[in-house]
């Protein structure tokens, strides 16, 4: 069984620029959500998507974008990068609707880094 | 807004000793509680649970407690182990909406 895979695994980015972080769910799971963990704080939830579509968002700014394909993987896209984005970028990915929290499995993060 | 705040950010005990890690909420409508491990590197790791229907939950050395009156959810580790050294987050859930606290970071020393 595939865990969840991030990449890539370190990424720097300077102002204004835009970046996509790829995630690839455990084999099986069919949701997808995305965490932005800031240094010294918990993961703050950006969005999750189910079977391709956007299934709830966290408190960010249009500049968050994803998506999800039809294998289940998922992407997550941010434009005009400011320096307040640098964190380390989680995916978690599950089986079915809703944040099924105790069968979530966490990737191993992207650090991007906004110069 | 802190929702879930975890006020201690580093604690360190000794090997075979009780780990107590402690969590506080401000939202009631909070129904799931949750607490993660993270080793570093490694995303969290789901540990143990606890809906708010209940006031207790043990998984082997693990045993969550919840206090609703006070908004307070503690994590006992019964006996430490050095593999416990980690960060750990507690989490709080309402309807499709999850908070973290910021960690503490757990040291057991041999």
């Known amino acids: 069984e595939t865990g969840v895979t991030q990449s890539p695994t370190h990424l720097i980015k300077t102002r204004g620029q835009q970046v996509t972080l790829r995630c690839s769910s455990q084999?099986?799971?069919?949701?997808v959500s995305w965490y932005q963990q800031a240094l010294g704080q918990g993961p703050q939830f950006i969005f999750q998507?189910?079977?391709?579509?956007?299934?709830g968002r966290g408190n960010f700014p249009p500049r968050f974008s994803g998506l999800q394909f039809p294998n289940y993987s998922s992407e997550l896209n941010v434009n005009a990068l400011e320096l307040d984005d640098s964190a380390l970028y989680l995916c978690?990915?599950?089986?079915?609707?809703?944040?099924?929290?105790?069968?979530?499995?966490f990737g191993p993060g992207t650090r991007l880094t906004v110069l | 807004d802190q929702q879930v705040k975890q006020n201690s950010p580093s604690l360190s005990v000794q090997e075979g000793r009780i780990s107590i890690l402690n969590c506080d909420y401000t939202?009631?409508?909070?129904?799931?509680f949750l607490w993660y491990k993270k080793y570093p590197a490694e995303g969290p790791t789901f540990l143990i649970s606890?809906?708010?229907?209940?006031d207790k939950n043990e998984d082997g050395r693990f045993t969550v407690f919840l206090n609703k009156s006070a908004k307070h959810l503690s994590l006992h580790i019964v006996p430490s182990q050095p593999g416990d050294s980690a960060v750990y987050f507690c989490?709080?859930?309402?309807?499709?909406?999850?908070?973290f606290g910021a960690g503490t970071r757990l040291t057991v020393k041999p």
């Open positions: 606890i809906s708010s229907i209940k």
């Open positions: 989490a709080a859930s309402y309807n499709n909406d999850m908070r």
């Open positions: 998507y189910y079977r391709e579509e956007e299934n």
């Open positions: 084999s099986g799971h069919n949701t």
């Open positions: 978690a990915s599950s089986l079915g609707l809703g944040q099924v929290y105790n069968e979530q499995f």
């Open positions: 939202n009631s409508m909070f129904d799931y």
